[in-house]
């Protein structure tokens, strides 16, 4: 058993070290990592040799309810979820807006519409991949880390794409670091993780129509805006607003508590 000399420690319950014997309930739930919290009578968690580990107890999600992101007030809940909902538009917004470079692109490379569109088109097959590949990160990592690292990755990709105009290989500068962009795009995949830390199942309906209302508004608002630089500003300006933009949602989400249970 456990004592108040053990409790000072990081106490961290991991699915892996458990076996199926012991916790009820979704396994991934009952990956949780408590600092500084006296628990006493919680089971030790085995090693491989059988041995008890001096500092892992067994923490289910029933014994810590109270700290996970499930306990969360509704107004902090949906406070995280508006900036994931500018997060997401963000993403889908850095999507679509490349629509509007294309004429600009295809005068100063001198390259056909079917060319100039491959940017758009790589983007959005590595966006899948990107998905895909962030999103089990996301459940060992955490929710905050993983989004924060993907936006950074996309926020700088934009910088060379918009200096693509200085080089001899100016496009297919481009279409390398779109690629890039959609690979290291997180996408719903993260969010939609998010709203499931928060809300349990018979309570995620309105939660997961927000976020996918925000991945169509993203795609929306990017031709409206693509319009505007088009009309009255260079082509590259398509990449340096996608910049700002993800700038701001990132500088947003840095605010955002982490949701995830396991860590």
């Not at 996970?68 to 997060?87: D, G, H, N, Q, R």
């Not at 955490?142 to 996309?154: C, E």
């Not at 200096?163 to 996408?187: E, K």
Request: hydrophobic content about 50%; aromatic content about 14%; charged content about 15%.
């Amino acid at each position: 058993m456990a004592d108040d000399s053990i409790s000072s420690k990081a106490l961290h319950a991991s699915v892996r070290d458990m076996g199926q014997d012991f916790g009820r309930g979704d396994p991934e739930k009952q990956d949780l990592v408590v600092l500084g919290t006296n628990i006493t009578k919680l089971r030790p968690v085995k090693n491989d040799d059988d041995s008890f580990h001096p500092s892992r107890l067994l923490l289910t999600e029933e014994k810590a309810y109270n700290s996970l992101a499930f306990a969360f007030s509704e107004p902090k809940k949906w406070l995280i979820l508006t900036t994931i909902f500018i997060v997401q538009i963000s993403m889908n917004f850095n999507a679509a807006i490349y629509a509007s470079a294309v004429p600009g692109m295809q005068e100063h490379f001198g390259i056909g519409p079917f060319k100039a569109r491959l940017g758009q088109f790589i983007f959005l097959v590595m966006y899948a991949f990107g998905c895909e590949l962030w999103a089990p990160w996301s459940e060992e990592l955490g929710r905050w880390k993983v989004l924060q690292a993907s936006l950074g990755l996309v926020n700088l990709w934009q910088i060379p794409c918009a200096l693509a105009q200085y080089v001899g290989t100016g496009y297919w500068m481009i279409f390398g670091f779109r690629a890039l962009g959609g690979l290291s795009s997180a996408g719903g995949s993260v969010t939609l993780g998010m709203v499931a830390d928060m809300w349990e199942p018979a309570d995620q309906q309105y939660a997961v129509a927000f976020v996918v209302f925000s991945s169509v508004a993203g795609s929306v608002v990017a031709p409206i805006c693509g319009g505007f630089i088009t009309e009255y500003l260079d082509w590259t300006w398509v990449f340096w607003i996608s910049l700002i933009f993800g700038g701001v949602a990132q500088a947003l989400h840095f605010a955002v508590p982490e949701t995830r249970t396991s860590v």
